[in-house]
């Protein structure tokens, strides 16, 4: 009700905004003299006329949708280990100690690889481990490993891909060790290790390259600028020369507080979805993907390859027509199987018959010279027709003449269309 909801968001911006507006109405009430009351009528008057001149839906619309939009390719860029951990498990053999070693040691150096990144773009992270030391203290990395890794120059450039290369090197070696005796397998294992490699790489390209700070900043001062103008043109005052002046004064806005909520609400969930890598209510639970990468790692290519349930006849296995149980809850749920839309319609008993139609075939037809004669019969019976009937047979022929070059061009721009789509198919 409270965490991440929209009055956690807006309540402060809301508050200071009914006390303005309050302020202000109270002084035109009772503070102000005649002469400043219609000088403050005029304003209000300015103020409400020209408040819908600023385009905030349409800028607030396009901006919220294309963050939205933006927030979901960031969690889809978020790397998963499932697959490459089902490779893993698949084809490095071995279930003595130097093989369980090896498939854990390969799915901790992409874990390792993955909290790098995130350590970079995400403040919860960071604050989980705010050095290095603490990667080595949680198991994460060796000593020797981070040696290793602070060993590379990193003045210029990022170096989470280092992890990236000990994984290469050491699923070499276990190539070389006859670990791996699939080819075939170890191309599956690189494929899924290059599509994780490479979501790393759109993570840190996200943060990297964050929405324009112009944009950002039209929409801000829009929206601000907007309620700004709202909190004098939605005063009530005793002339009636406002737009949408009520002869009932409920002195409370309550529509200016609508559109309070809906404006100011969707900029507030713009501002929240921007760095969905932060410790705000909605952020994406990093902290926890760590864990449970971790842990389901390491049961899939080492526990759970132990203990493996027997081999059994399932419960309907000599049965046809397989009937599922529903629990009374669920009952309502059971539909009817869909069949098509036309699987109940009936067709006549007469036309039951089938036959082989004789077709004949437009080019065919051109070619032959009955189709020639009764093509030009065809044409003089229009222009005769034309004629009788008081119509220019030459604007019979101008109109053919567009038809045609009107089909041409559609043809043209169809071969155009597939054209271009071609051509950004080979550039991307």
Same mark, same amino acid.
């Given at each position: ?27 035109? =009430? ?43 390719? +960031? ?43 995130? &350590? ?5 992270? /960071?604050? =989980? ?46 190539? /070389? ?19 994780? &490699? ?18 950002? +900043? *039209? ?14 043109? &939605? ?16 002195? *409370? ?47 899939? *290519? ?17 049965? *046809? ?24 319609? +009936? ?26 004669? +009764? ?54």
């Amino acid at each position: 009700m409270w965490r991440g909801s929209l009055y956690k968001l807006i309540y402060r911006e809301l508050l200071l905004f009914l006390t303005a507006f309050g302020i202000l109405s109270a002084l035109y =009430r009772h503070a102000f003299t005649e002469e400043q009351k219609r000088l403050f009528e005029k304003v209000v008057v300015y103020c409400d006329t020209f408040i819908n001149l600023i385009p905030l839906s349409f800028v607030l619309g396009f901006y919220v949708a294309y963050v939205a939009s933006r927030w979901w390719q +960031q969690y889809m860029a978020i790397p998963w280990p499932d697959k490459i951990m089902h490779s893993v498990a698949l084809y490095v053999t071995g279930n003595d100690e130097y093989g369980r070693m090896v498939r854990r040691t390969l799915m901790r150096y992409l874990n390792l690889t993955l909290i790098l990144v995130l &350590r970079s773009i995400s403040s919860a992270v /960071k604050r =989980r481990f705010p050095t290095l030391e603490h990667l080595v203290e949680a198991g994460f990395m060796t000593s020797v490993e981070l040696e290793m890794y602070q060993s590379v120059p990193s003045v210029e450039f990022n170096t989470y891909w280092i992890p990236c290369t000990w994984f290469i090197n050491l699923l070499k070696e276990t190539k /070389k060790g006859s670990r791996i005796t699939d080819s075939h397998g170890l191309q599956i294992i690189m494929q899924e290790f290059n599509e994780f &490699r490479s979501k790393c790489g759109l993570l840190w390209s996200f943060d990297w390259v964050s929405l324009p700070l112009v944009y950002t +900043q *039209v929409v801000t001062i829009a929206t601000y600028s907007f309620f700004l103008a709202a909190l004098v043109g &939605r005063q009530y005052v005793e002339e009636r020369s406002k737009s949408y002046q009520m002869e009932v004064d409920i002195y *409370v806005p309550v529509f200016t507080i609508l559109q309070f909520f809906f404006y100011m609400g969707l900029l507030k969930v713009a501002e929240q979805l921007i760095n969905p890598f932060g410790d705000d209510d909605e952020d994406f639970e990093l902290n926890w993907l760590i864990d449970r990468h971790t842990k389901v790692s390491y049961l899939g *290519v080492d526990t759970l390859m132990a203990r493996s349930p027997p081999l059994v006849k399932d419960k309907y296995f000599d049965d *046809v027509n397989l009937k599922l149980p529903y629990t009374e809850a669920s009952v309502a749920y059971k539909k009817k199987t869909y069949r098509g839309s036309v699987h109940d319609m +009936q067709v006549p008993e007469e036309k039951y018959a089938m036959y082989l139609p004789e077709i004949m075939e437009e080019d065919e037809e051109r070619m032959t010279p009955g189709g020639s004669v +009764q093509n030009l019969k065809a044409a003089t019976f229009g222009s005769t027709a034309a004629a009788a009937a008081g119509i220019n047979p030459n604007l019979v022929k101008t109109s053919s003449s567009i038809l045609r070059t009107w089909r041409l061009t559609t043809y043209l721009s169809a071969i155009w269309k597939r054209v271009w789509h071609n051509l950004l198919n080979s550039q991307y």
